[in-house]
Structures are given as C-alpha cells and as structure tokens.
C-alpha cells in the first residue's frame, strides 16, 4: 500500500482529524458542547463554513454579532485546542440557499455568479473587506488556530471563468491571509478546480483505486488531505431519509488514514437548517432540501452520541499522542417532552397582509428579488403574494415562471396548486381577484444555473394564452419584525373558528415550569407551512416527509409561557406536540 507525504505542525509530523460544524447551524448557547465533543472524539481540527447571504443580507448590513460571532467561535475552538481550517467562500455551497451567496447580487439581470463579472468582484471586495480582517489575526503565523484556509469551493464544477480562482487567491492574499491555501473538489472535477500555489484537496464518499491515482498524478510529493468525507447525506422533501452504515463509514475513514492521508469529515454534526436556510437540487429535477441538517453525522442534530461516534473514537484514539488519553465524553443534555401546544386563535393570511412590506404596484410580474423591499435590496426568502383581476373564467398557464410552488386563489378562495402545469380558473362574466401565493422553497446550492435562482413570479402567466398585467404584490418573508408585528400591533386574530380559512396563521402556548430542554415539535395532521417559536423561525414542515418533527434547542424556549405561531395551508388537527 502506497503511503502519502504527511503534513508538519510546530515541525512536527501532522495527521489532520477534521470534522465539520457550522456555527450558522448550532444556538451558540450550544457551541461549547459540540466542540468539546469533537475534542472528545479525538478530533483536532474544526471546519467551517463561512456564509455571506447571513453576514450580509443586505449590501450595506453587516452582521457578525451573537449567533453570526465568528471570532467568539474561532476563539473557543482555541481555547479547547482545536486547530481550524476555514473555509470563507464567497461561494461555499454547504447546502444552503444560493450555495451561501446572498440573494440581492442577482437583482442585476445580467449577473454572472463566481465569474470576473464587475458586479460579483465588487461585491466580493465589499464582503472580503469587512470579513478578512476579523479573521486575520487568528492565523497560525500569529498565534492563531487557523492553519489552512480553502479558495472557494468544488470550484471544477463549475469552472466558467479560469481568472476567478486567481482573482480570490489574491484577494485573500492582499487582505493578510498567508497560510496554507487549499481547493477542495470531488474526483470527477478534481483537474479542473485548482489554482497555482493552493494544495488540490479531494470530496468523496468512497475511497478506490482511481481516486489514489488521480491524486498521486495531480499532486506528486504532497500531502493528500480528503477535505470531506461525507458521513452520511442532506435529505429533500418527498425522498427518503439517507443513512450511511456505521461500519462502512469507518472503514473508509480507516483506509484513508492507513494511506498516510489526512481527513475531514462533513459533517461531523449537522445541526439545523433554521429558518429558511436550506438549499436545493436541481438536477435532474428540482427538490428542496429539509430544515433538518442531521446529515445522519456521527453527532445527532440534537448533539446525540450515535454508533459512528464510537466507531470514530476508538479509531482515532490510536492517534491520539502516546501518554494523552483522549477527554471523557461530555454528559448528553436533558431532552424533555412538553405539554401539546392547542391552538387556539386565527389569523387569516389575507387580514396578515397590513403588516406585511408593500404592497407594491407593477404592470407585469416581478421576481421577489427585484422587489423593491428590504430598503432596496430585494426579497430573499418566504413568500411573495401577487394579485391581479380577471372577467371571466379560463386556463392558467405558467411554463416555467413559477418558482417555486403557487397556490392560486379566486376572490382569495383556493382553486388549486400551480406549478408548470396548466390550471382551469371557473369565473363567472364579472371581475374578480386572481391571487397567487409562491413560496421559494430554497434556491438550488449548487450547479451551473446558480445565475437563474431567482423566486416569485419571474415571468409572464398565460390565462387565456394573454399575460396577465396590473399587479399588486406582497412581500411576506417571514422577518422577525414581521412576525412580530402581529402582537405588537394587535392583528385581529380571532378565537380558533370551526372552519378556519387558508393559508392562515395559527397560535398556540407551550407552558415550560423549569429550565428549558430540547425537545420536537412534531404536527400530524398539519399539510405544509412554518413553525415559529417564540416569533424565531424554527423552519418548515410538510407532511409529504421524510421530516416528521422539527428540532427545538432548549434555549429558543424559555421559563413560563412560550409562544407557538404555525403557518399552515391546510390541517385535520389543531394540536402540536413538543
């Protein structure tokens, strides 16, 4: 068996046991406890993602404060002695919408996404000015934890402009970074991805002959470093759940580690997809991803111990240095069950709309992008509501300019689903309000038409075969502010009707006597919608599955009473359990 060059640390020979977690997708009450895990398992480098659609959701917001505080996390990997490789993007994929590019880069029509487009380049320089900076300092040349940062991301698959790589190497360079640069691609893009002066990193679930070859013929006396090794997968609605067998995890991480490689493993706990932060495939058809990012990694999403964790912890105390015995395993949190959330009180969508950003007046269907909400930046996730008169009944035709999915409505009662089909609208010879409500599902993370993710309504629909025109639009993204204002400003919600109307919001109380624990929220009986928790958004649920509950941190909750918002299009029970 060929043996590979090893990396130094300190001068001295280095094996780096890596494992991924998101900061982004962890309560950062949770932090300590997931990292001192790793530590527990033997692992001594951390890596993460860095996204830029949540540190800037707008181009002159900046956010890295609390959750989004990614010096306070590179900082506490440090304190536990976890060395990190960090992976800043612009792009980053990580499964999340728009592969962690924020939306408002694609109001320019002619936006050319990871290319030399002017646009992206000066967008990247304003991000890259603000981030660098704070990340500097922690480089391993100055005392720092960070001993590699990665350029981009699967770039090979990509690959649609051969300067852009170049142009963010030098980007990093020029802003202070100055440790090991590497790339990161799997093996059927692996030539194609890399950039001069960074070393060629490798994604794959399995290990073989033609990956040791191509790896040996790229990159000659190098260390070989497998920059994730998938641990299990992302789960889309309507598919089944993933699950990778415990014992061939293991054995693939063990046979890279016999080659003298070096492994990280994505991910080695999950966590959440909060909120609407999911992604989506594209191809061959469009599936959204869940809000559950369990992965089915060795660290539940709940941070669980699981069989790959044991697994993994027996191997890689072999690694561990002779006379140091790895950390015990730190205690699991409590979990509780709670009371069943009744709801109790009605707010139909349509009285919600008061609240909501416009409306807006335009002749032809805009995309929830091009909106001119959020102070000019456009709608980035949620639902966009459109609204326009007809005279008469007819067919609906929408090709492809509903993205992602459209309940349609005549005087704001439901007639059915519309997606890229056609849909017969029965109206007598009077006028009548034609509605569409569209909800983004998640743009897709990754692939070659990340340039054509936008959401709403992004081209003309045919009744009749004639476009329709004169719409008054919405913006419903779902905002903290937004949710808020229902109680702040006394929406009139009403007792909880017989026959309530849809889509509408529904709310409830959980009453929690001590200190909070994880618990699920589970909703049989719910269709489709949005669970909100004490206003935050804790993510979608559809009974199509395979996500049957929503995780809940204890520390969304707090003691005494907590309230339960559900946006929902349809239900046969109004109970929810935690």
Not at 88 to 116: C, V
Not at 334 to 342: F, L
Not at 528 to 538: C, D, P
Request: charged share 20%; proline share 6%; glycine share 8%.
């Amino acid at each position: 068996m060929s043996r590979n060059l090893i990396f130094t640390l300190e001068e001295k020979p280095f094996c780096i046991l890596g494992g991924s977690v998101h900061y982004f997708r962890v309560p950062r009450p949770y932090w300590r406890d997931r990292l001192m895990k790793m530590v527990a398992c033997g692992i001594n480098t951390l890596t993460t993602y860095v996204p830029w659609s949540l540190h800037q959701p707008e181009k002159d917001v900046f956010n890295f404060h609390t959750q989004l505080d990614l010096e306070a996390y590179i900082s506490l990997a440090a304190e536990l002695g976890l060395w990190v490789i960090l992976c800043p993007g612009p792009y980053i994929s990580a499964d999340m919408d728009l592969g962690g590019l924020p939306s408002w880069l694609l109001r320019d029509e002619n936006m050319r996404l990871r290319t030399m487009h002017p646009g992206f380049i000066q967008a990247v320089n304003t991000y890259f000015d603000k981030l660098i900076p704070k990340v500097v300092p922690f480089q391993f040349n100055k005392g720092g934890p960070i001993i590699a940062v990665q350029i981009e991301n699967e770039y090979g698959s990509f690959a649609k402009d051969q300067r852009y790589m170049l142009f963010i190497k030098e980007a990093l360079q020029s802003r202070g970074i100055s440790e090991v640069f590497l790339t990161s691609d799997n093996i059927n893009s692996f030539k194609s991805g890399g950039v001069d002066g960074a070393l060629r990193a490798i994604k794959l679930r399995k290990l073989n002959q033609r990956i040791v070859q191509e790896l040996s013929s790229v990159k000659p006396n190098k260390p070989s470093l497998v920059m994730e090794y998938w641990t299990g997968w992302y789960d889309t609605w309507g598919d089944l759940h993933h699950v990778l067998a415990p014992e061939d995890m293991v054995s693939t991480v063990r046979n890279i580690l016999r080659r003298g490689m070096s492994v990280n493993l994505y991910m080695f706990h999950g966590g959440s997809s909060f909120g609407f932060m999911n992604g989506a495939d594209s191809d061959p058809s469009y599936r959204a991803l869940i809000s559950s990012y369990d992965y089915d990694a060795p660290l539940s999403e709940a941070g669980g111990y699981t069989a790959k964790y044991h697994l993994l912890r027996d191997l890689f105390s072999q690694f561990n240095p002779k006379g140091h015995n790895l950390p015990d395993m730190p205690k699991l949190r409590h979990s509780d069950s709670y009371e069943t959330a009744i709801m109790f009180q009605h707010l139909s969508l349509w009285d919600a709309l008061s609240f909501a950003e416009g409306p807006f007046m335009s002749s032809k269907p805009v995309n929830m992008e091009n909106l001119p909400a959020n102070n000019g930046n456009g709608q980035s996730y949620g639902y966009t509501l459109y609204e326009t008169t007809i005279t008469r009944g007819g067919m609906l035709q929408s090709g492809d300019n509903v993205r992602d999915r459209a309940m349609v409505f005549v005087d704001r009662k439901y007639i059915g689903l519309l997606k890229r089909q056609i849909l017969d609208v029965s109206s007598p010879q009077e006028e009548r309000t034609l509605s569409f409500l569209v909800e983004n599902c998640g743009r897709a993370h990754q692939g070659k038409d990340l340039d054509k993710q936008r959401k709403g309504l992004v081209g003309d629909i045919l009744f009749n075969g004639i476009p329709l025109r004169g719409f008054t639009i919405y913006s419903l993204d779902m905002k903290l502010n937004f949710i808020e204002r229902f109680v702040l400003n006394q929406a009139p919600w009403q007792n909880l009707p017989e026959s309530p109307s849809f889509p509408g919001f529904f709310m409830g109380r959980v009453f929690v006597y001590s200190y909070p624990s994880d618990t699920f929220v589970k909703l049989p009986g719910w269709g489709k919608g949005v669970v909100f928790i004490n206003s935050l958004n804790l993510g979608r649920y559809w009974s199509l599955g395979p996500q049957q509950s929503l995780y809940l941190p204890g520390p969304f909750l707090h003691s005494g009473m907590n309230q339960v918002k559900l946006l929902t299009d349809n239900i046969t029970k109004t109970v929810v359990s935690t």
